[in-house]
């Protein structure tokens, strides 16, 4: 796949959502003429859509820290989760594995056997823990010196102690929510505290402390996950937007949300600045799926789903090191990519007995113009809320998403000229259709991937589904008002 570069700030952006990674990098530190290992600091989101911020094109949310980010970064414009939900996709940042590696393909097993009545297929079987087997990001880093702290949700495995949980998987320092006052997805804590706010504040605490030597931190914030509830006087600031004319589709409880968010990346960066940590610093924001149905327009699909709007994510890095900063990146990249580039970045050796699907972004930090790898994969067996068992490969410009219902029915899109998903060329190009499928056949045997193992007994044609719909329908969702694409 090659890539394009170009400036980063046009009166349309798009950067990729929701994981913010700061790293000191080894190669910004071997540019700037330090021997010291790179620091990380991984921001990862929740639910927080392709377009959900200012340097992507949203003109409603103000995002103005993450957007300096982007003026002085490196922004991805296609960038992809690994996988629809969140589960998976956080197990593939830790992991640098594809899912049916790791056989982590939904946030909770869904197999509910013997199946929903809409569900036309049993679900495979989905993991809920992360082997300890499996060497993460945090225990690669920590065996090489350094302080590694988790704040926020994990989602790879129950408890606050024991193997499965971050302590058992390579962080020293653990801040779950409900340690420090907070109910399970609560925004607010019973003394009135702000979840984001006082995650950035043990984030804040965590970096003074471990300035002195290298440092990764993995923040997973709870925002922006729905059912928000925002701060009041960001809420009220969002209504009166609404009220002098912008797009009346904006949710301003979800925009308050946002610019929560956004607050404390600035507050991230401040410590940093304070610190005089910020010419060491590499910074990435991305998310770990697309947003939910209401906003991820101009795509197609939702969270859940392989189509563009489930999938693609904002990602920017920010480092003095970039060869261009401030410029934009064609090149698709995937969540699994991320775990490759901080171990070259920080000089760290990959494991040996650990297969990694990702590649290193490094050459496209440098400038270079193309990346040693020709096509992406996501796999997703399963059912959640609307979305139905697929398996998809993206080569070039062409994606073919297969549906495991209705005896494994294709689609195939060329994002280049149809970002949106709208015109399904599988019958048109059945030979470009065929070579697509074989070679997804082939990673599937390749990695074990599990597939739905047969029909649901229970299956009933007329069964409601998640939202409104029947289960014979196609599992696209409806696109939200504003028609926009990615920018030229």
Not at 1 to 9: E, K
Not at 65 to 73: E, F, K, S, T, V
Not at 315 to 327: F, H, R, Y
Not at 406 to 434: I, S
Request: aromatic share 10%.
């Amino acid at each position: 796949m090659t890539n394009m570069i170009r400036s980063a700030f046009r009166p349309f952006t798009i950067f990729i959502p929701a994981v913010l990674i700061v790293l000191l990098s080894g190669t910004a530190a071997h540019a700037a003429g330090r021997t010291t290992p790179p620091n990380i600091v991984l921001i990862l989101m929740d639910d927080m859509g392709w377009r959900d911020v200012g340097f992507m094109g949203n003109q409603f949310v103000e995002t103005p820290h993450i957007d300096r980010l982007a003026r002085n970064g490196l922004v991805f414009n296609q960038a992809y989760a690994s996988a629809p939900n969140c589960a998976p996709t956080r197990a593939c940042l830790m992991s640098g594995q594809y899912s049916p590696r790791h056989k982590i393909y939904t946030v909770v097993d869904p197999r509910q056997p013997p199946g929903s009545p809409w569900h036309k297929l049993q679900a495979a079987e989905s993991k809920s823990e992360l082997d300890p087997k499996i060497t993460t990001i945090a225990e690669a880093l920590g065996s090489n010196g350094y302080a590694t702290g988790f704040f926020g949700m994990w989602n790879l495995g129950r408890g606050r102690t024991g193997p499965v949980t971050p302590g058992g998987q390579g962080y020293r320092t653990v801040v779950f929510p409900e340690n420090i006052g907070f109910g399970k997805d609560a925004y607010f804590s019973d003394e009135g505290e702000y979840l984001s706010d006082r995650l950035t504040d043990e984030v804040l605490r965590f970096v003074s402390d471990n300035q002195k030597k290298p440092f990764f931190v993995y923040l997973a914030d709870h925002a922006v996950h729905a059912p928000f509830n925002p701060k009041p006087e960001l809420v009220k600031k969002y209504e009166r937007k609404l009220a002098s004319g912008n797009d009346r589709r904006d949710d301003p409880a979800y925009a308050a949300t946002i610019e929560a968010v956004d607050q404390n990346v600035g507050r991230i960066v401040d410590q940093l600045e304070k610190l005089k940590l910020t010419d060491d610093t590499v910074i990435i924001f991305t998310s770990d799926n697309g947003g939910t149905q209401q906003y991820t327009a101009p795509l197609n699909g939702s969270k859940g789903q392989l189509y563009e709007g489930g999938i693609r994510v904002p990602a920017v890095i920010s480092w003095s090191g970039l060869k261009m900063p401030g410029t934009r990146c064609e090149i698709p990249i995937s969540s699994v990519d991320w775990y490759p580039t901080l171990l070259e970045l920080t000089g760290v050796k990959p494991p040996t007995d650990q297969k990694l699907d990702g590649i290193s972004l490094v050459p496209a930090l440098r400038g270079e113009t193309s990346l040693s790898r020709e096509r992406l994969f996501w796999h997703f067996p399963c059912y959640v809320g609307k979305a139905t068992p697929s398996s998809a490969i993206r080569e070039g410009d062409m994606k073919l998403i297969e549906f495991f219902e209705n005896g494994g029915r294709r689609e195939l899109y060329n994002l280049k000229t149809d970002p949106g998903e709208e015109h399904n060329l599988a019958e048109e190009m059945p030979k470009q259709a065929d070579m697509l499928y074989r070679t997804l056949k082939e990673w599937q045997r390749e990695t074990g991937a599990d597939l739905p193992p047969g029909d649901n007994p229970n299956y009933d044609p007329q069964a409601e589904r998640p939202r409104g719909g029947r289960a014979g329908e196609s599992p696209k969702s409806q696109r939200g008002s504003r028609k926009k694409g990615p920018p030229k």
